[in-house]
């Protein structure tokens, strides 16, 4: 046996043993041939940071900020004073949910019926402010209301930024509130 034969021992080989055939276990032909080292890497770095078109690239932006703004404003609405705040103005009726509404309404009827009926000016004048003062005495009961709650529920929390939150929440209609109501009005919590 010469060690660089170019007849093969085939004795020692040994037999392989006689499998029965199965569809798609033998050598196949390939179908396709294989890419360039380049190109390959180039489609793996494709793949693990895709090169986006900036139209693609300004929408992911704005879909990843704004989850992150939803997020953020999830961690600071879901604070103790914060929600308290939300569910007592959710409860109870405000004046101030009616703001919009009526003084629209008095701009309106100032403005069409001001060139016709001149008196009716001053009036209606006087209405809007009376409307705004009543607004400010409700805004202050539901504030001295929330201070007793808030001294009874959470005692350690500071207040500050709550009245500006509640008046805020209390201006808007109820049904275009954000987070949305949770509770009815008259409800207990």
């Known amino acids: ?24 276990a033998g050598p196949r032909a390939k179908s396709v041939p294989t890419p360039k080292r380049r190109d390959a890497e180039a489609a793996r770095r494709q793949r693990l940071n895709p090169q986006l078109s900036p139209k693609e690239a300004k929408r992911r932006s704005r879909e990843q900020a704004s989850a ?9 609405d879901n604070a103790p004073g914060k929600l308290l705040m939300r569910n ?28 016709v009926f001149p008196t009716l000016v001053e009036p209606a004048t006087y209405a809007t402010w009376g409307f705004m003062v009543l607004i400010g005495i409700d805004i202050t009961r539901m504030w001295r209301g929330f201070k007793k709650l808030a001294a009874e529920r959470i005692p350690r929390e500071p207040l500050k ?8 929440r209390s201006l808007s209609v109820r049904r275009l509130r954000v987070p949305r109501p949770v509770l009815k009005r008259g409800d207990t919590f």
Do not use: C, H, Q
């Not at 046996?1 to 798609?24: I, Q, R, V, W």
């Not at 405000?94 to 009827?109: G, Q, V």
């Not at 930024?161 to 805020?168: A, E």
């Open 88 to 115: 007592w103005v959710d409860t109870r009726f405000n004046l101030a949910e009616l703001s919009m509404p009526i003084l629209m309404t008095m701009l309106l009827f100032v403005l069409v019926l001001a060139p």
């Open 68 to 76: 992150e703004r939803r997020k953020e404003m999830a961690a600071i």
């Open 161 to 168: 930024g709550l009245l500006y939150y509640g008046f805020n």
């Open 1 to 24: 046996m010469g060690l660089f034969s170019t007849n093969k021992d085939k004795e020692a080989a040994p037999e392989p043993a006689a499998t029965p055939e199965t569809p798609g």
